[in-house]
T-cell receptor
Framework: QKEVEQDPGPLSVPEGAIVSLNCTYS??????FMWYRQYSRKGPELLMY????GNKEDGRFTAQVDKSSKYISLFIRDSQPSDSATYLC?????????FGAGTRLAVHP | DAMVIQNPRYQVTQFGKPVTLSCSQT?????MYWYQQKSSQAPKLLFH???????NEADTPDNFQSRRPNTSFCFLDIRSPGLGDAAMYLC????????????FGPGTRLTVT
């Protein structure tokens, strides 16, 4: 079993839709939970992070962490074509980041 | 703008022919990482430097080596590339070890023929 599981998609939605991206994990030592966005032919860039359980909101993006279920989510409201990218979840136990495989998202006008 | 630069962006090498990938950073970060990312897979950490201290991941093949001659530069050497080493190689930096925020370069796409 992989430490971090992420549905690879692809996910195709119309502009304006609400998008839900999810990851599950197995290591209860993870404390930081991140979402990185990777555009085609670019390196990943940090989108949001959450420490421990709870919700965090930043504009159209909301990150949720449920440590009891070992489940994290990223919600994108009013999705835009510019949101089309691969979204990678990542987790840290203070030593290193463990990434999910990424979910490819396409938002079409 | 402060950034992480990788050269070349695309590299083609022959089976068994040594190759070196380059990474430089203007962020003045202490930690530099090398990841291997194969198609539709998670980036896999190969090793990292904290300042001059080298930290190898347990499952990184001996075929992969790294050098960090100074704070700004880090190199990935693949001594005898095999077909299975074809991948995107990502360099990243962070201020501290274990930091949740890492800054990535655009990657080098390696093809092995």
């Amino acid at each position: 079993q992989k430490e971090v599981e992420q549905d690879p998609g692809p996910l195709s939605v119309p502009e304006g839709a609400i998008v839900s991206l999810n990851c599950t994990y197995s290591n209860s030592a993870f404390q930081y939970f991140m979402w990185y966005r990777q555009y085609s032919r670019k390196g990943p860039e940090l989108l949001m992070y959450t420490y421990s359980s709870g919700n965090k909101e930043d504009g159209r993006f909301t990150a949720q962490v449920d440590k009891s279920s070992k489940y994290i989510s990223l919600f994108i409201r009013d999705s835009q074509p510019s949101d089309s990218a691969t979204y990678l979840c990542a987790m840290s136990d203070y030593n290193k980041l463990i990434f999910g495989a990424g979910t490819r998202l396409a938002v079409h006008p | 703008d402060a950034m992480v630069i990788q050269n070349p962006r695309y590299q083609v090498t022959q089976f068994g022919k040594p190759v070196t990938l380059s990474c430089s950073q203007t962020l003045n970060h202490n930690v530099m990482y090398w990841y291997q990312q194969k198609s539709s897979q998670a980036p896999k950490l190969l090793f990292h430097y904290y300042d001059k201290d080298f930290n190898n991941e347990a499952d990184t093949p001996d075929n992969f080596q790294s050098r960090r001659p100074n704070t700004s530069f880090c190199f990935l050497d693949i001594r005898s590339p095999g077909l299975g080493d074809a991948a995107m190689y990502l360099c990243a930096t962070s201020r501290a070890e274990g930091a949740y925020e890492q800054y990535f370069g655009p990657g080098t796409r390696l093809t092995v023929t």
